[in-house]
């Protein structure tokens, strides 16, 4: 795949092919119709022929070229996979235009200080488990960092005293950033306003501008109810203290926060089952020592 893409890549060779494509010609013809020299019109030939995407014969004093439609359709192919995969629905580009058109309306919007102020969303997760384990997972640390960041970012430092005056800082870098060589895709800080274990976490939090300065103050409520499947997760998100360099941020905060709390419940469902297929492990094995 990879002689065919350098050998199509010349605009001299895409030309022979696309002549190539309507009958077999000899070289001769093929140089007068790419307005060419014989010498690199051959030269071309034998490149394209090697890349297999081109079969020639002797007849005569004349040697004819033919295309060969295989590797075309090989190469069509796998160019239509992975347009499919960049296109398919729900997935990473989808997310990626939805936070090109937010962002776009944001930075228009952002034209004075305190632009943002006000602004407010609402989340809403039904969760699988009861409010004393989601309470850890909003909580302690090395729970937190298993979901609180959106897809494709992973926590590369985080900071989380839970009780009130309690320090916060949350540093991520992209997943794939293995070795921290990249730049910090976001860091922000904050400190904890409100503990009421199980029920009620209140925080600010302020993510930072490139100089260091807080690009605003987001206020955000937690609030955690019992139901009879597990708990009701409601989080309100207030913005404050907005700059005009915030835009960026703000656009992505439906998305990214959202994400988040997917990868929260996503977790705490596969904890849930992880957990019960070992009650039921251990539920059989107790069963078994009391029949022997």
Known sequence: MDALLTALADPARWRLVSLLAERPRPVGVLAQLAEA??????????????????????TGQRRIYALRPGPLRELAAALSRLADTADRAGGPRETYDRYGLSLHAERLAANEQGWADGRSFTFHRSLTVRPELVWRHLTETSLLARWWTPDDLRVSELV???????RIVHEYRDAEDADGSDLVAGRAQG????????????????????????????HLDLGLRPTGTGTDLDVHFRITDSTIESADFVAGIEIGFGQ?????AATLAADSSSADSIDDTEHDTDEGARND
């Not at 020299?37 to 490149?47: I, V």
């Not at 989380?160 to 309690?166: S, Y």
């Not at 988040?260 to 929260?264: A, E, F, G, I, M």
Request: positive net charge.
């Open 260 to 264: 988040s709390l997917d990868k929260l």
């Open 191 to 218: 400190v904890v306003d409100d503990v009421r274990p199980g029920e009620r976490l209140a925080y600010r939090l302020s993510p930072l501008l490139a100089d260091g300065g807080p690009a605003f103050t987001a």
């Open 37 to 58: 020299r014989q010498p690199q019109t051959t030269k071309h030939l034998q490149g394209l022929e090697r890349a297999g995407v081109v079969t020639s014969q002797r």
């Open 160 to 166: 989380f005293e839970a009780r009130p005056g309690g």
